[in-house]
């Protein structure tokens, strides 16, 4: 019995370095596992696209089709950078000069925000601030240009990234095929069920957070427009991309497009709290339930829980992919506790 236990004792040990000893690795190697993290969720959301282009080409030819599809994606790329970041630039250069006389303005003026920063006594920090406001704007620009260029740590990265992508899409099937090859028949087609209902999870998710974000860039620069809130365009283009995060990612590309056009006029603010109180109604409540569908299916408190960890593991980038990946992980454990803890 001593001899068990003590048997016992050394394998829980055992295990329990082990463990410790991947999660060190793990932490050593955490720049290089969000890339490849970054490839695997790439190539899930580029995935249905080579599998429509496949068709058309001959014998299905998998390496033609996904080269075709990263042309397709590089010349969009171009395409967008091509239309929006030389006004982009433009009008965020035009602000750091006009911002001045658009401060001079609000201080000194007759409209509802004038009367409220004079009654509150906020007129000397609002100068005081003024200079940094007007050196910040001045190089947004260039900052606009450098964080897109830091997207990923560096070109090496990027490269890294575009080439794990490919041999991903590549090889994913005969990894695929070779798997179940492997897994026995009598739980293959269970597991097959399994793995298409997280890689549904995942797409559903990838693709659907992209178009929701799309659309509230498009709609955003053009309600700005009409209203008549300058900088439009890359302030829509800003809400686009924090809509993209979490939780809290529209709502703070809102609060930055609202103060923009407080500077602009009483109406202007009205019309776009309107708006935004209204479009996140809408894509809470009717864009994401028909887009996402039934494909992710996540409690908030698992959301909440999921950015945070993945935010502290691997950024940005870790706070979006951590709830496709937490996603998954609820399919198998829902599906684990039917399986085995439910009883008829």
């Given at each position: 019995m001593n001899t068990f236990s003590t048997r016992h004792i050394l394998k829980v040990l055992a295990l329990t370095a082990g463990f410790i000893g991947l999660l060190y690795l793990a932490y050593l190697a955490r720049r290089e596992l969000v890339w490849i993290g970054t490839a695997f969720f790439l190539a899930i959301a580029l995935n249905p696209s080579v599998e429509l282009v496949s068709r058309g080409m001959p014998k299905r030819h998998r390496g033609l089709a996904i080269g075709s599809v990263?042309?397709?994606?590089f010349l969009l790329l171009a395409f967008l950078v091509y239309s929006f970041v030389p006004p982009l630039i433009g009008q965020t250069e035009s602000l750091s000069h006009n911002l001045p006389h658009y401060t001079d303005d609000l201080i000194n003026?007759?409209?509802?925000?004038?009367?409220?920063?004079?009654?509150?006594?906020?007129?000397?920090?609002?100068?005081?601030?003024?200079d940094q406001i007007t050196s910040y704007a001045s190089s947004a620009g260039s900052q606009f240009v450098a964080i897109l260029s830091s997207i990923f740590s560096s070109f090496i990265a990027s490269i890294t990234v575009l080439g794990l992508t490919f041999f991903m899409l590549l090889e994913g099937p005969s990894w695929l095929e070779t798997f179940w090859r492997i897994v026995p028949k009598n739980r293959r087609s269970h597991?097959?069920?399994?793995?298409?209902r997280m890689y549904q999870a995942v797409t559903g998710y990838v693709n659907g957070n992209l178009f929701t974000s799309l659309i509230t860039a498009?709609?955003?620069?053009?309600?700005?427009?009409?209203?008549?809130?300058?900088?439009?365009?890359?302030?829509?283009?800003?809400?686009?991309?924090?809509?993209l995060l979490p939780l809290v990612g529209a709502t703070i590309g809102a609060l930055v497009a609202l103060i923009v056009a407080g500077f602009t006029s009483l109406t202007a603010l009205i019309v776009m709290?309107?708006?935004?109180?209204?479009?996140?109604?809408?894509?809470?409540?009717?864009?994401q339930p028909i887009i996402y569908g039934k494909t992710v299916d996540i409690s908030p408190l698992l959301v909440l829980i999921a950015v945070l960890v993945g935010a502290a593991v691997?950024?940005?980038?870790?706070?979006?992919?951590?709830?496709?990946?937490f996603a998954s992980l609820q399919i198998v454990a829902r599906d684990y506790a039917e399986r085995h803890l439910t009883h008829d």
């Open positions: 990263f042309i397709l994606v003026g007759s409209g509802f925000v004038s009367d409220q920063i004079r009654n509150f006594n906020l007129v000397d920090r609002i100068k005081q601030s003024q597991a097959q069920k399994l793995a298409a498009v709609s955003t620069t053009l309600v700005l427009a009409l209203v008549g809130v300058p900088y439009a365009i890359p302030l829509g283009i800003f809400v686009g991309i924090m809509d709290v309107i708006f935004f109180v209204i479009y996140q109604q809408l894509e809470n409540h009717v864009l691997g950024g940005i980038i870790g706070a979006i992919v951590a709830i496709p990946v």
